[in-house]
T-cell receptor, first 115, second 113 residues
Framework: KAGVTQTPRYLIKTRGQQVTLSCSPI?????VSWYQQTPGQGLQFLFE???????NKGNFPGRFSGRQFSNSRSEMNVSTLELGDSALYLC??????????????FGSGTRLTVV | AQSVTQPDIHITVSEGASLELRCNYS??????LFWYVQSPGQGLQLLLK??????LVQGIKGFEAEFKRSQSSFNLRKPSVHWSDAAEYFC???????????FGAGTRLTVKP
């Protein structure tokens, strides 16, 4: 069974630009969550999608948005990039049964650098 | 809202020695509890999880964790550490029947030869 796939692995963008990151969950998993990881703030929850609906949301500005498609693949978008958005962005998926079943399975992440 | 505290930022142990990583959580009810491990530049790997039942949970790679409701703790243990265990370890909490998982700040483990 293929794991969680995130593309691209590395990305360099300029301040003010926007970026889209992609995540393909494990086959059959319908819940997808996104996390931002930085040395200073650690792992911070961005949002969770389930069956194309945002179900949970963290404390990030509206520049951070996401969506989920009918095949459960998810994208997150960051508009008007700031230097502080430089981070490892991690995607995680879980089965429909919930976290008690499989927990979250994480992808390897997308390393975003804003210059 | 739930929160997780990992009091130790960095721990160094000798190879073959025992290990205990601390985790305290704050939540109104018994949450779902997890331990994850992350190697440099990689995603997170699930070591073990607790939902209910036996308070001593066995995981992968020889790790175990004990849930203590009275202390709001979920400490991770390993009887004998291997050099390959050097990594960052994260404790996480999620509400019952909800996928909103929150992580502690992590504990970096260094293993001395």
């Amino acid at each position: 069974k293929a794991g969680v796939t995130q593309t691209p692995r590395y990305l360099i963008k300029t301040r003010g630009q926007q970026v889209t990151l992609s995540c393909s969950p494990i086959s059959g998993h319908r819940s997808v969550s996104w996390y931002q990881q930085t040395p200073g703030q650690g792992l911070q929850f961005l949002f969770e999608y389930f069956s194309e609906t945002q179900r949970n949301k963290g404390n990030f500005p509206g520049r951070f948005s996401g969506r989920q498609f009918s095949n459960s693949r998810s994208e997150m978008n960051v508009s008007t990039l700031e230097l502080g958005d430089s981070a490892l962005y991690l995607c995680a998926s879980s089965s429909s049964s919930g976290l008690h079943d499989t927990g979250y399975t994480f992808g390897s992440g997308t390393r975003l650098t804003v210059v | 809202a739930q929160s997780v505290t990992q009091p130790d930022i960095h721990i160094t142990v000798s190879e073959g020695a025992s290990l205990e990583l601390r985790c305290n959580y704050s939540y109104g009810a018994t949450p779902y509890l997890f331990w994850y491990v992350q190697s440099p530049g990689q995603g997170l790997q699930l070591l073990l999880k607790y939902f209910s039942g036996d308070t001593l949970v066995q995981g992968i790679k020889g790790f175990e964790a004990e849930f203590k409701r009275s202390q709001s703790s979920f400490n991770l243990r390993k009887p004998s550490v291997h050099w390959s265990d050097a990594a960052e370890y994260f404790c996480a909490v999620a509400p019952y029947n909800n996928n909103d998982m929150r992580f502690g700040a992590g504990t970096r483990l260094t293993v001395k030869p």
